[in-house]
């Protein structure tokens, strides 16, 4: 193939040769498809440059409040697809590739996944930055430009293997350095008190430097940047130590200052008590406070404007020394009262929760912090010591048990606090923070999370996008809630026609890639029942796979009883240390190995895990769903964004009332979702029941004999006791009620079964939800936190 034999050079292909010349610095008779996929994103970033320029110089010039998004992590996946598709560029630039020579398909799968988060916080973080360009809302976001993020999840006899992830090996497309930012962020050493002032001397000190990188929304309307900071030395090399043929002692600094922005921490719910994790999360808090504070010095004459030009949102508690850190510039380092100072940072700062297991609810050991940040540690007691004067009624401590409670001191130091769902929140208000919600009862808000509807269903789905623009015009891809727009044509035949082919067409291209990639063949026509999200007991991915083996030995008792043939696809990650959760792993990789050998009940059951489930394997997965599985237990999960993501591709939940499931079934309605399980007051009465685990076990003859079998060894016929800790747990203390659960769906499973088998009325029962989904788009939850949270307008009419 040669570009010459194409179509007359297009505008775009005469770019991507450009770039494929003079800045990859290849003719195109040795280009790989990396170089091509390169000199395309330089293309397409060009292309991205314009719209920011404007977009930084309209919020300039209006002098507008900025929004400041801190995030330990950002799961923004692949971003070539995105961009194009914002950029309405993606048919242009199909045709271009294709006219190259090249298959667009496999240019675009070149690209890495960055893997810069763990899970739903992070994706959600992403999903925010897009919609913040979308709504034109001048926003930044901040975080650590990690080497390696997420591990690369392999199974070796069906246990998890970690591997450290490369996605930098490559240079990363869609980044700008920004040499001239650059800040110093010291640690350890001394106070000292001179003049009634502190003066902070660090022990040491790293540099943080900023790569920046462009956020496109939607029509290219608005671009704004996400800043990630990168960990160097200040001074790079010890020459005398060199000189002395010392050549790892000369290099020791810089690699003791890069390891703070080496590697993502690779859990999502327990806090890894290491100094490096206090590090990074002050490492890139301070570099951002002080980013922040010379662009509005730069704007802005009086700093006492601050929270007028100014707010911060906290990701959690993970950058919450930001607290601390604004009262010590503005007191320390700009001389303003103390008082004042927490007051202002105080009126800049919001923190959103999101979760409520104690486990992930960060503490640090004073003396840690004291150690590490010793003016920070006085300052927080100083805080705390504040706080109490005001309210002696209700000590609600920020230091206790020789611990920092983080929570704590992200509430004492916010202006808003938010949970990410209804329930959550008022879990929120009832538990983690009733004290505190006492004392302040307007903080605590609530903000129900969303997802993009431009990478989770126009770019990822582009069969049922297509369908839907034909029926109702392209207007909902930026006004999601025009999806309500389908409803009145769901009786017209070929319209469900239409999505029934495109959700069969997702479906035969999912099969066709598992097969050529795991060699696992799939019956289109089965039921694709997905459970896609990190592996957790609370999640309950033991649940769904205990449900499978009473389905295996249902069948095999009566094979001939007309059973709905259903692939359960899982996927995700455990963390590395959750040996529970690998064991999950392993148990549903031994469930699938028997059950998928079985030539009798293989025909209706199938088990599938897919290994080193990320972003763009979601992309791939959910577009070709029948089932979402949303089953934690109730009070659990803060909100889910897998969920919303599912019901908007036209995937039906079964599912329990938790987090963001509650408001879902309000949306697409009761009758469209199939519900079970114990709501969150009955799971909390439930745990005091003597023997919950053993009278659930005792009045299901189903569940008893499915434990049984996991239990006697029937799926680890190598290790018949590997799976008693499971079962073990399961019989009691089965903290997640996961028997107490276990009847209600299985009954929840079979009226899934019966209504897949009516074709017709499943595909409407799919096309309401999508059609009643527009709700959960993240531009309705951006605009939430910028009316009732940040105080922050959209700088394009209309938006
Ligand atoms: C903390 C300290 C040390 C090491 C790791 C961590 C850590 C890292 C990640 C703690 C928690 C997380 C991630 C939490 C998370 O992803 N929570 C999810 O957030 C989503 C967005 O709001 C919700 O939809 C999910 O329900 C919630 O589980």
Redesign the pocket.
Known sequence: MTYQDARPATGLQDAILRHLTYTIGKDTAHATLHDWRMALSYAVRDKIVDSWFVSTRTAYEAGAKRVYYLS??FLIGRLLGDALVNLRFDAEAKAAVEGLGLSFDAVLHDEPDAAL????????AACFLESLSTLACPAMGYGIRYEHGLFRQSFEDGRQIEQPETWLQQRHAWEFERPEAMYRVGFGGHVADQDDRAVWTPAEAVLAEAHDTPVVGWQARWTNTLRLWGARAGDPLDLKRFNHGDYVGAAAAEMLARSISRVL??????????EL?LKQ?YFFTAASLHDILRRFDSEHGDIRALPDKVAIQLN???PAIAGPELVRLLHDERGLPFDEAVDLARRTLNY?N??L?PE?L?KWPVDLMRHLLPRHMMLIDRIDADHAAHFPARPTPIVADGEVNMGTLSFVMANRVNG??AL?TELVKQTVFADLHALHPERIVNQT?GVTPRRWLHACNPRLSGIITGAIGEGWVGDLEQLSGLEPHLDDAGLQDAIAGAKRANKVDLSNWVSATHGVSLDPDAMFDVQIK?I?EYKRQHLNILEAVALWQAIRANPNAGWTPRVKIFGGKAAPGYVFAKKIIHLINDVARVLNADPVTSPFLKVVFLPNYNVTLAERLIPASDLSEQV?TAGK???????MKFALNGALTVGTLD??NVEIRDHVGAENFFLFGMTAPEVVARRAVPDHAGQAIAADPRLAAALEAIHQGAFSSDDPNRYHDITGNLRGPDYFLVCSDFTDYWRAQRAVDAAYRDGAHWTRMAALNTARSGWFSSDRTIRGYMADIWGATSLRPGA
């Open positions: 330990m992590e988060g763990n899970g739903g916080l992070g994706r959600l921490y690779p859990d999502d719910t327990t806090p890894a008590g290491k994790r999360e959690d508690t993970h959103t999101h979760t297991l992930a960060e990410v769902s959550h999370n990190r957790h934690s999960e803060a909100s889910g964004t897998g969920n987090g963001a």
